[in-house]
């Protein structure tokens, strides 16, 4: 096994864990919040948002810098940053005595956050050619897995353990992810950018090639993001809507918000050998059209069953966009300065989460639900005709021999 191979082996590991433990306390961070204080439905509502939301808008805001000192100081040491930054924000949560200070320290672990990208650009620039889409892909999937394991494990420890003990739960995983990154993961030597261009924010992109290209996959990101996050205000409400009568409405609304991670789950690793054997830019091209083709299905799902079925096939998809994107973006641009490139990719993604729900909620009050996939639908097509558009313009040949 060549080192690059066993760093996939302990990233995916490291990616795995962080996923499980920072998403376990996912399912009942609302309840948490009443339990620290007094609060209407409305506040706790406001408050619930506050908290989910302060962590992606932090680390939106702090991903490009943290990306920065990735390419100048190595990558290894910002995934340890990471894992013990957010372990510690985790044990603070969980001692908090108010909602306010929940809030701060859910920010402190967006400020500590970067893992996963600083592993993807770690891998990104190790990887030899032709493998990078399989590698990502593969990375991508200990995050999918993560994440889908992590409410079920947050729920369960909470059912008979309570809910304060979760969060050192959360804080021993991260432990562990710590460890393994120290031990494990080995940084080769890298090329780096010259000094003068590492302190020039305009000699930065001033040596990227293709910068429409990469502002453009950059975007893609968030589209993809706001996407998948614009129905999560709606799901529950959703699958009311199409079977009233059922009893077992929350577990129904949590299988199908588990779907498309399942499916994506099993489908990245092909995504990635056709992203290196025909290259990532078609694998964007075809799953955005088949995403947009799905969001437009899901508008005339008239059962359950149907739904499950769409959120099932949007699945395919999601597995193919992110590592395709991320793939992509190493091939116009340079290891060098992956970190840096991640770490915006993250602030973008983060965006997403943030404007997704957004969209979702002020769409469905204004509109109806069904509308909530139709505009999200008509935002992907008009990503990938933009994309297609200035793909066209810059040849992905081209771009690889400028940032050689």
């Given at each position: 096994?060549?080192?690059?191979?066993?760093?996939?082996?302990?990233?995916?590991?490291?990616?795995?864990?962080?996923?499980?433990?920072?998403?376990?306390?996912?399912?009942?961070?609302?309840?948490?919040?009443?339990?620290?204080?007094?609060?209407?439905t409305e506040q706790l509502t406001l408050w619930?948002?506050?908290?989910?939301?302060?962590?992606?808008?932090?680390?939106?805001?702090?991903?490009?810098?943290?990306?920065?000192?990735?390419?100048?100081?190595?990558?290894?040491?910002?995934?340890?940053?990471?894992?013990?930054?957010?372990?510690?924000?985790?044990?603070?949560?969980?001692?908090?005595?108010?909602?306010?200070?929940?809030?701060?320290?859910?920010?402190?672990?967006?400020?500590?956050?970067?893992?996963?990208?600083?592993?993807?650009?770690?891998?990104?620039?190790?990887?030899?050619?032709?493998?990078?889409?399989?590698?990502?892909?593969?990375?991508?999937?200990?995050?999918?897995?993560?994440?889908?394991?992590g409410p079920l494990l947050g729920g369960y420890?909470?059912?008979?353990?309570?809910?304060?003990?979760?969060?050192?739960?959360?804080?021993?995983?991260?432990?562990?992810?710590?460890?393994?990154?120290?031990?494990?993961?080995?940084?080769?030597?890298?090329?780096?950018?010259?000094?003068?261009?590492?302190?020039?924010?305009?000699?930065?992109?001033?040596?990227?090639?293709?910068?429409?290209?990469?502002?453009?996959?950059?975007?893609?990101?968030?589209?993809?993001?706001?996407?998948?996050?614009?129905?999560?205000?709606?799901?529950?409400?959703?699958?009311?809507?199409?079977?009233?009568?059922?009893?077992?409405?929350?577990?129904?609304?949590?299988?199908?918000?588990?779907?498309?991670?399942?499916?994506?789950?099993?489908?990245?690793?092909?995504?990635?050998?056709?992203?290196?054997?025909?290259?990532?830019?078609?694998?964007?091209?075809?799953?955005?059209?088949?995403?947009?083709?799905?969001?437009?299905?899901?508008?005339?799902?008239?059962?359950?069953?149907?739904?499950?079925?769409?959120?099932?096939?949007i699945g395919f998809a999601d597995g193919a966009?992110?590592?395709?994107?991320?793939?992509?973006?190493?091939?116009?641009?340079?290891?060098?300065?992956?970190?840096?490139?991640?770490?915006?990719?993250?602030?973008?993604?983060?965006?997403?989460?943030?404007?997704?729900?957004?969209?979702?909620?002020?769409?469905?009050?204004?509109?109806?639900?069904?509308?909530?996939?139709?505009?999200?639908?008509?935002?992907?097509?008009?990503?990938?005709?933009?994309?297609?558009?200035?793909?066209?313009?810059?040849?992905?040949?081209?771009?690889?021999?400028?940032?050689?």
């Amino acid at each position: 096994m060549n080192a690059w191979q066993k760093n996939l082996v302990s990233l995916w590991l490291g990616c795995f864990i962080t996923g499980l433990g920072t998403s376990q306390l996912l399912p009942f961070l609302p309840l948490y919040i009443s339990q620290l204080g007094h609060y209407t439905t409305e506040q706790l509502t406001l408050w619930s948002g506050v908290a989910f939301s302060m962590t992606f808008l932090v680390s939106a805001v702090v991903s490009p810098l943290w990306g920065k000192i990735a390419d100048k100081r190595g990558r290894k040491l910002m995934l340890i940053r990471a894992t013990v930054g957010m372990a510690i924000a985790i044990v603070c949560q969980g001692l908090a005595q108010s909602v306010w200070q929940l809030c701060l320290f859910r920010g402190i672990m967006g400020l500590a956050s970067g893992y996963i990208p600083n592993a993807m650009a770690l891998i990104a620039s190790q990887a030899p050619k032709g493998r990078s889409g399989f590698a990502l892909s593969m990375l991508s999937t200990a995050q999918i897995s993560g994440f889908l394991c992590g409410p079920l494990l947050g729920g369960y420890l909470a059912d008979h353990i309570g809910l304060r003990p979760v969060f050192f739960v959360t804080t021993g995983l991260l432990v562990i992810s710590t460890f393994v990154t120290l031990f494990l993961v080995k940084e080769s030597p890298k090329d780096t950018l010259p000094k003068r261009v590492m302190t020039d924010p305009q000699g930065f992109w001033a040596k990227l090639p293709a910068k429409p290209l990469i502002l453009c996959l950059l975007c893609s990101t968030l589209v993809v993001q706001l996407c998948n996050g614009s129905v999560n205000p709606i799901l529950y409400l959703y699958v009311e809507h199409l079977a009233p009568t059922r009893d077992n409405l929350a577990f129904m609304s949590g299988f199908i918000a588990a779907l498309p991670g399942f499916s994506a789950l099993i489908t990245a690793p092909l995504w990635g050998r056709i992203s290196d054997k025909y290259g990532a830019q078609w694998v964007i091209i075809i799953a955005s059209l088949l995403f947009t083709l799905i969001l437009l299905a899901t508008t005339w799902v008239a059962t359950v069953w149907q739904f499950s079925f769409t959120r099932l096939l949007i699945g395919f998809a999601d597995g193919a966009m992110f590592p395709a994107i991320q793939s992509l973006i190493i091939a116009c641009s340079s290891t060098a300065v992956s970190g840096r490139l991640f770490g915006y990719n993250q602030s973008f993604m983060n965006l997403g989460n943030v404007l997704g729900p957004l969209l979702g909620a002020v769409t469905s009050s204004l509109f109806g639900m069904e509308w909530v996939f139709t505009f999200s639908a008509l935002i992907m097509l008009i990503n990938v005709l933009v994309f297609y558009r200035v793909l066209k313009q810059t040849p992905i040949q081209t771009a690889n021999e400028s940032s050689q």
